[in-house]
């Protein structure tokens, strides 16, 4: 099973501020996934990219998110200017196939 | 539209079964079954293809049935690492696509 990794694994950050989260895939695989879990509820899907370039997003995705892959080995989830209910655990997921790898998350917390 | 998973929570003593269900009123063509523990990311357990075997490994299976659009996780002689909560997934047929995630079951398992 793939191992991903992600950084850093908790970010406290002010309303209005911008964080960047941070995944490195460790496999071959080309696509990637980004989630979000706010606590104690279901996980949701944000974002899917492939070949650098977004292949699909939830209408969570607003004008806010944006996704890179800067160096072709990390993969970037940028919050521009954070809300409150953006508190979340934020999961990176990688796939070959059908398979679904998750990374161990970063829990965002926004006060 | 997510798919909704029964039961919400169930608690069984260590050597107990558990059948969880996963039902969609969108036609299924993959579902993926995950294990999340408290504070940790889901884990991958096994997925099921339309047209595909039931699948399993050790004491947990699952079975798909594509004209209920349901699936069921079955755990068999529960033990202690297997309490947290399960997740269903729904695919599309192409893969490599969003999973939208049921709002999970809480599987306690105590001594």
């Known amino acids: 099973e793939p191992e991903v990794t992600q950084t850093p694994s908790h970010q406290v950050t002010q309303m209005g501020q911008e964080v960047i989260l941070r995944c490195v895939p460790i496999s071959n695989h080309l696509y990637f996934y980004w989630y979000r879990q706010i606590l104690g509820q279901k996980v949701e899907f944000l974002v899917s990219?492939?070949?650098?370039?977004?292949?699909?997003k939830s209408e969570i995705f607003d004008d806010q998110f944006s996704v890179e892959r800067p160096d072709g080995s990390n993969f970037t989830l940028k919050i521009r200017s954070t809300k409150l209910e953006d508190s979340a655990m934020y999961f990176c997921?990688?796939?070959?196939?059908?398979?679904?790898?998750f990374g161990p998350g970063t829990r965002l917390t926004v006060t | 539209q997510q798919p909704v998973q029964s039961p919400q929570a169930v608690i069984l003593r260590e050597g107990e079964d558990a059948v969880i269900n996963c039902s969609s009123s969108k036609a299924l063509y993959s579902v993926h079954w995950y294990r999340q523990k408290h504070g940790e990311a889901p884990v991958f357990l096994m997925i099921l293809l339309k047209g595909g075997e039931q699948k399993g490994h050790e004491k947990i299976s699952a079975s798909f049935n594509e004209k209920k659009q349901q699936s069921s996780l079955y755990l068999t002689a529960s033990q202690l690492s297997y309490s947290g909560t399960y997740f269903c997934?729904?695919?599309?047929?192409?893969?490599?696509?969003?999973?939208?995630f049921g709002t999970g079951t809480r599987l306690t398992i105590i001594p």
């Open positions: 997934g729904t695919g599309s047929n192409f893969g490599n696509e969003k999973l939208t």
């Open positions: 990219f492939y070949n650098n370039e977004i292949s699909e």
């Open positions: 997921a990688e796939g070959g196939g059908y398979e679904q790898y």
